[in-house]
């Protein structure tokens, strides 16, 4: 690209000088509440982001939704060759946790609902975008499409279908997803799955006739015993049963017992024993009926050849300004597992560094918006650079 004079150094240390406004645009999007199912609060996400981004040479597209929030989708570049760039609109907080957690800046440290899962990525984002038109833009060959989707949080029943449709023209995926604890990048992620098992029994006097009822609960109880052992941490396969309901007083034999159980895995093979295995439960109590609901509805991310030469790509970049990154496995998924699933290659937790995400404590490190904003630029730069660009014609 032609006017790139200056190094990732230089840019990184540009950044830095603008901290001040970084700071300022982050507590604006970060008071915008936007839990994943108020989509009042989304919407307004949206229009805040578009009026921001507008100003740039990007075309906005709202991606309109019934009941959940709009997705965005921000491209800029006209070019046939596509980098996709991921990041969410919706946090796990619903609207009024701003009351009792503010955004709050002390010292090197900014706390606040979503600011670090992920709303610092939008001013990422706007930093990589004026670069680039610092830059004379992406090329004439390559567009970068930044999809926002409103419902990450919760399995992204309708952005998946988005990231699907990105993914299949893609070159590459960059997800913006805070990074590991450390500061590593996710080369892969566990697939996750929810699923509801109902028992129904008969209900009974628990001393006077109990061999007339059938104890939802005790028929509950053996199928969880069941369902634990199906998991294999040699394969990467975790099973939790995390709520259980049942019963209405202890001395009546309970009618009506539910359980809700999280599975996650990381071999594909993996996901299709688990989803027969819970398809084919049956009762030990023949008096019982018995109900089972769910799927892996999030595939996993693995880890392939692909994806260690683009970490190999990032590691390069990473050394210009002096940055050692490393990898990591996580059990949590985000929207890089449905892209991962259509082939292309994915680099996850491209965010900043920080911590607690999902609770009161979630916070980032101020100094890693300059430092993994430059590691973002370089990396898109390196990727646009490659006239042929292939992952497969990439070299470690």
């Known amino acids: 690209m032609e006017g790139d004079d200056m190094n990732l150094k230089d840019i990184q240390q540009k950044l830095m000088t603008q901290e001040e406004d970084s700071i300022k645009l982050l507590k604006r999007f970060v008071e915008i509440e936007s839990f994943s199912y108020d989509k009042q609060g989304i919407d307004n996400l949206c229009r805040v982001i578009t009026n921001i981004f507008q100003e740039l040479p990007v075309s906005i597209e709202e ?14 570049g006209e070019g046939n060759r596509q980098i996709t760039i991921l990041s969410h609109l919706d946090t796990v907080y619903p609207r009024g946790t701003l009351e009792i957690m503010p955004f709050r800046l002390d010292g090197n440290k900014v706390s606040g609902p979503g600011v670090y899962d992920m709303k610092v990525s939008y001013v990422m984002m706007y930093h ?13 060959d390559v567009r970068i499409v930044w999809l926002l989707t409103s419902d990450e949080e919760i399995g992204s029943p309708s952005g998946k279908h988005h990231v699907y449709r990105e993914a299949d023209k893609s070159e590459v995926i960059l997800v913006l997803e805070p990074t590991g604890g450390d500061g590593a990048l996710k080369t892969s992620r566990k697939g996750g799955g929810k699923f509801r098992i109902e028992v129904k029994g008969i209900s009974a006097h628990a001393g006077v006739n109990p061999e007339e009822g059938a104890n939802a609960i005790e028929e509950l109880v053996y199928q969880i015993s069941k369902i634990a052992a199906l998991a294999d941490s040699s394969k990467g396969t975790s099973i939790n049963t995390g709520e259980i309901r049942g019963g209405t007083l202890f001395n009546v034999v309970a009618e009506h017992a539910v359980a809700e159980v999280d599975v996650r895995v990381l071999i594909p093979s993996e996901a299709e024993r688990i989803e027969n295995a819970f398809k084919s439960l049956t009762v030990n109590n023949p008096k019982t009926s018995l109900s089972v609901e769910g799927s892996i509805y999030r595939p996993p991310m693995i880890r392939t050849d692909k994806t260690g030469v683009l970490f190999n790509l990032a590691c390069a970049v990473a050394e210009e300004i002096g940055l050692t990154l490393s990898e990591v496995m996580t059990g949590g998924g985000s929207d890089g597992n449905y892209a991962a699933s259509r082939g292309v290659p994915v680099l996850d937790g491209l965010g900043v560094v920080g911590g607690y995400a999902h609770s009161p404590e979630e916070f980032l490190w101020k100094d890693t918006i300059a430092e993994r904003t430059s590691l973002l630029y370089g990396l898109v730069l390196s990727l646009i650079r490659k006239q042929h660009w292939h992952i497969d014609n990439i070299v470690n």
Not at 63 to 76: A, D, F, S
Not at 128 to 138: S, T
Request: net charge neutral; no cysteine; hydrophobic share 30%.
């Open 128 to 140: 990589l975008f004026k670069l680039l038109r610092e830059n004379k833009g992406p090329g004439d």
């Open 63 to 76: 991606l309109q939704e019934e009941t959940l929030g709009n997705h965005l989708r921000i491209t800029y």
